[in-house]
């Protein structure tokens, strides 16, 4: 068989417009939920009026998609977010077929060094929360391996402002199955409140 030659299972897909359709169903369901999502978001912004760096309010939220993400089609809401070269604050909320849904908090650069006082010191609250913490070098990755991710539970306090100084990123998420979907958009309030905490604006 060719490469071009497709395969048996290849072309049942291929075939299956309900398969194909539910697909449809699906990216629009995830794109209500993230839009719903970011919708609470901003409530609470309203509502609480944290104290975030400069500019990281001054643009929208942001839900865009793509068919590979290590081969994989995915959603993602970026709110609050600033990306810049020389500066990244963001909350990631992420849709990932055939894995889970997460919610990232990303910081770097200005940012990172106006927060590392707070993060030096709240590592507790981090571990109380089942915080994950990233420990890979790439920082555009969100799949949960214990070689990028790590709990926060597994740090200890006297090593964690070491481990700290050394990051140029630092990133935090947390995971849920895709049987709490219905649950995303509450959750993604309770992690951005949580960031409050930690940060306290």
């Known amino acids: 068989m060719s490469r071009l030659s497709l395969t048996a299972k290849e072309l049942q897909y291929l075939t299956d417009t309900d398969f194909l359709l539910t697909k449809v169903a699906i990216n629009r369901k995830a794109n209500r939920l993230l839009t719903t999502t970011q919708t609470e978001l901003k409530a609470y912004i309203q509502d609480k009026s944290p104290a975030f760096p400069e500019t990281v309010l001054i643009r929208g939220g942001k839900i865009s998609q793509g068919e590979s993400y290590r081969n994989l089609p995915y959603q993602v809401l970026d709110y609050p977010r600033k990306f810049s070269k020389s500066d990244i604050f963001s909350i990631r909320t992420m849709v990932w077929w055939g894995h889970e849904l997460s919610i990232t908090w990303h910081v770097a650069g200005e940012s990172l060094t106006h927060c590392s006082p707070q993060l ?19 920082p555009w990755q969100y799949y949960q391996l214990p070689s990028y991710y790590q709990p926060a539970a ?3 306090e006297n090593t964690w402002k070491l481990w700290l100084d050394k990051r140029a990123f630092c990133k935090f998420a947390v995971f849920f199955s895709f049987s709490d979907w219905d649950e995303l958009p509450q959750k993604a309030v309770t992690f951005l409140d949580q960031v409050v905490t930690i940060l306290d604006i």
């Open 120 to 138: 030096e010191s709240q590592l507790s609250l981090m571990k109380r929360w089942d915080w994950q913490v990233c420990v890979g070098d790439d």
């Open 154 to 156: 597994s740090f200890e």
